[in-house]
């Protein structure tokens, strides 16, 4: 009689734990996975603004925004501070070098 209980018990607890064991398992499918990054971190770009006939660029670096004043012929000089994070060209549209484009490219 004793084999008779403990294999009713037993046959319920088994059945119970394979149910388990195979959500388990199903649910496991789910969660694994390999995930591919691309890319880069980088820093905003400086904003330009032109400020009585001085350009200011304000950039962000190093957790902080700072704003230096330059005028465009200091620009094409390039101080070495800015070298660093851009390289100037300035082409002038009329003979008088009164108009011109600026462009700056980022490093």
């Known amino acids: ?24 398992m199903a649910d496991a499918g789910g969660q694994g996975g390999v995930i591919h990054f691309t890319g880069q971190i980088v820093e905003p770009p400086c904003n330009v603004s032109l400020e009585q006939q001085r350009l200011a660029m304000s950039c962000y670096n190093t957790g902080r925004t700072q704003t230096r004043y330059y005028s ?5 000089k390039a101080p070495q ?22 462009n700056i490219s980022y490093r």
């Open 1 to 24: 009689m004793l084999l008779s209980v403990t294999r009713k018990t037993s046959l319920p607890l088994l059945a119970l734990l394979a149910l388990f064991s195979f959500t388990a």
């Open 72 to 76: 465009p012929q200091e620009l094409l």
């Open 81 to 102: 501070h800015f070298k660093q994070i851009a390289a100037v060209n300035l082409h002038y549209l009329d003979e008088k070098k009164k108009l011109a484009v600026m």
